[in-house]
Structure formats: structure tokens, C-alpha cells
């Protein structure tokens, strides 16, 4: 199963670091198979520049990336991303083609924006809250919850809850047994609710 996560300029480094390490760690530690191929997409596939000056290469850009089975949308500073009409298409051209689509932290705007979400309960941030509310009013923005799974579509708090979200995913698609297995290898306090 193909994992693309979407980071861009300033995406806040736990927000794609944590999903990645679960997804790439339940492959590990899976006996005889592996069930995840998780990569990193940039818009250009150039050097990205996350938050405090971080710099990551993505393995594959816009143009060039496999097909994406669970697209994850990341957060950090948006603002600028929020904006850019080609980037807002294809998460909503990616998402049409996705069997699962979730975000970390504020992702959950991106998402609003290319309208994969329209209506869902959802969350974010703790500190985002209150805009995401104001800025899409027909969504349903739950608070106090490390994630929201609304079937096809989950979104997580801030930034670690990233990674309780992505455990939550391995245990969706796979087994409760592989995401407690990965949460040990990560010596992380899985939260499950």
C-alpha cells in the first residue's frame, strides 16, 4: 500500500517524521510482509525547508510520484500553501483517487480548501481551532481528540498526534496486533481514543 505524505515549506517536521516512522517501522517489524511503501512528495520534489530550517529532500514530486493509496496531508505554516490554486488541485485530484486521506495537525485546511472535507466532523490543532471553525463553517470541528475518523477521511491534532492518528491507520488497514507491535519498536504511549 502506497503512503504519500505532503510536506511543504515551514510543514511542521513531527508532522510528516511521525507518520513516517509508522508506517516505515510497521513494515519492519511485519512478519512476512510489507504492507506499506511510505514516501514523501514536495510540489517540486526539490529540497523542502520545514519548520527552523530542516531541510528534507522528498522522494518524489508533483509530476513523478506512484500512485498513493493513503495520501496524508501535513501542517505547519500553511499560509502561503493555502493559496497555491496548482497545489490545492492536486490534493484534491490525489484525494479522488485515495482509498484513505487524512492530515496532521493544520493539513485539515488544506483538505477544506481542495474541499475533501466539506461537512465531516474533523480536527486540528488545539490553537487552530477557532479559525478552522470561522473559515469553513459547514464542517463539524471536534475538540480534545488526538484524531477523528470519519471512514475515508481522518484527520489529527497538532503534530504528535500525528503519530496516534498513523498507528490508529496501520490498525485500520492491517491489524490492531501490527499497530501495537510498532508503537512498542517506537517505545511510543500509543493513544487509541
Not at 515551514?10 to 514516501?39: H, I, M, Y
Request: net charge negative; glycine share 6%; charged share 20%.
Amino acid at each position: 500500500m502506497n503512503v504519500g505524505i505532503y510536506l511543504y515549506h515551514k510543514a511542521e517536521v513531527l508532522d510528516f517524521s511521525g507518520p513516517f516512522e509508522v508506517f516505515s517501522t510497521a513494515s519492519r517489524v511485519c512478519q512476512n510482509d510489507e504492507p506499506f511503501n511510505v514516501f514523501l512528495i514536495g510540489e517540486s520534489g526539490e529540497t523542502v525547508i520545514a519548520r527552523a530550517g530542516y531541510k528534507v529532500v522528498p522522494n518524489y514530486s508533483f509530476d513523478n510520484h506512484p500512485n498513493i493509496d493513503v495520501l496524508i496531508v501535513v501542517g505547519g505554516d500553511h499560509t502561503e500553501e493555502i493559496n497555491k490554486a496548482h497545489v490545492i488541485d492536486w490534493i484534491h485530484q490525489q484525494a479522488k483517487k485515495a482509498s484513505l486521506v487524512a492530515s496532521v495537525c493544520t493539513g485539515a485546511f488544506l483538505l477544506a480548501k481542495a474541499e475533501v472535507l466539506q461537512s465531516q466532523k474533523v480536527t486540528t490543532h488545539w490553537e487552530d481551532i477557532a479559525d478552522l471553525k470561522a473559515m469553513f463553517t459547514t464542517l463539524d470541528v471536534i475538540e480534545n481528540v488526538r484524531w477523528v475518523d470519519e471512514g475515508d477521511i481522518i484527520t489529527s491534532a497538532g503534530i504528535s498526534a500525528g503519530i496516534d492518528m498513523s498507528l490508529h491507520i496501520v490498525s485500520k488497514l492491517h491489524s490492531l496486533d501490527l499497530a501495537e507491535k510498532t508503537a512498542r519498536q517506537m517505545d511510543f504511549d500509543w493513544t487509541k481514543s
